[in-house]
């Protein structure tokens, strides 16, 4: 079993940045891939990035690359997603996600969600 919390949302105007962490718990945290998604109001989660258990590789959805990092101190069982640039778009909840495939797909495990909000 793998908990997952999340932390770091907030309220960003136009162009800022924020740094949103996801927390990982259970002895096999460190060996799965992370990734972030988000969901929007109305819309259908979305897969925003994703990365190795051992940081080697990541990918990352076209709408953010470029503007979105993600990455990982195993030591600290702990994913970041660095954001910057924030457009109004970008406002969701945004989800960690933890599974033991690599990619685009969401894994097994879910934490509660980060609300971002960026206003125009």
């Known amino acids: 079993q793998v908990q997952l919390v999340e932390s770091g949302g907030g309220l960003v105007q136009a162009g800022g940045s924020l740094r949103l962490s996801c927390a990982a718990s259970?002895?096999?945290?460190?060996?799965?891939?992370m990734g972030w998604f988000r969901q929007a109001p109305g819309k259908e989660r979305e897969f925003i990035a994703t990365?190795?258990?051992?940081?080697?590789?990541?990918y990352y959805a076209d709408s953010v690359k470029g503007q979105f990092t993600i990455s990982r101190d195993n030591a600290k069982k702990t994913v970041y997603l660095q954001m910057n640039n924030l457009k109004p778009e970008d406002t969701a909840v945004y989800y960690c996600?933890?599974?033991?495939?690599?990619?685009?797909?969401?894994?097994?495990?879910w934490g509660q969600g980060t609300q971002v909000t960026v206003s125009s």
């Open positions: 996600n933890a599974g033991k495939v690599f990619g685009p797909r969401p894994g097994d495990y």
């Open positions: 259970g002895r096999t945290a460190s060996v799965y891939a």
């Open positions: 990365i190795s258990w051992n940081g080697g590789s990541t």
